[in-house]
Nanobody, 129 residues
Framework: QVHLMESGGGSVQAGGSLRLSCVAS????????MGWFRQAPGKEREGVAT???????TYADSGQGRFTISKDNAKNTLYLQKNNLKPEDTAVYYC???????????????????????WGQGTKVTVSS
C-alpha cells in the first residue's frame, strides 16, 4: 500500500505563489510515475503535471510556464511550485502515483475514470482576484 499526504494549500491573491508538497510512504517506488491533478468546484478532475523516474516532466497547457513539478527521492516527497496564480487555479490539488513509466495521456484517462492506483486526500488552493 502507498500513502500520499499533500500539504501547502491555502489562500493567495492572483499573481502570488504557492508550493505544494506530497510525502509518499508505504510501498511507494521512486521508479513510478508521480503527478498532480486538480478538481475545481463543479468541474471534472484534470491533470496538472507528471514527473517520471528519470526526472522528465509533462505539463497540462493550463500550467505550462507557471507550474514546476519536482521530487526529492531521498525525502520521498513530490512538489508543485505554482507561480503567477490565477483565480481559475482555484481547486483541490491531489498528488498521485501511477505504476511504471509516465504516459501522460494514460494518466489523464485514469484521472477521469478515478482509476489511478494511489492518490492523496488533497489540499485546497484558493486564488482571489
Amino acid at each position: 500500500q502507498v500513502h500520499l499526504m499533500e500539504s501547502g494549500g491555502g489562500s493567495v491573491q492572483a499573481g502570488g505563489s504557492l508550493r505544494l508538497s506530497c510525502v509518499a510512504s508505504g510501498d511507494s517506488y521512486n521508479t513510478d510515475c508521480m503527478g498532480w491533478f486538480r478538481q475545481a468546484p463543479g468541474k471534472e478532475r484534470e491533470g496538472v503535471a507528471t514527473i517520471d523516474s528519470d526526472g522528465s516532466t509533462t505539463y497540462a497547457d493550463s500550467g505550462q510556464g507557471r507550474f514546476t513539478i519536482s521530487k526529492d527521492n531521498a525525502k520521498n516527497t513530490l512538489y508543485l511550485q505554482k507561480n503567477n496564480l490565477k483565480p481559475e487555479d482555484t481547486a483541490v490539488y491531489y498528488c498521485a502515483e501511477d505504476t511504471g513509466l509516465c504516459d501522460y495521456n494514460e494518466y489523464v484517462k485514469k484521472i477521469g475514470e478515478a482509476d489511478l492506483p494511489y492518490w492523496g486526500q488533497g489540499t485546497k488552493v484558493t486564488v482571489s482576484s
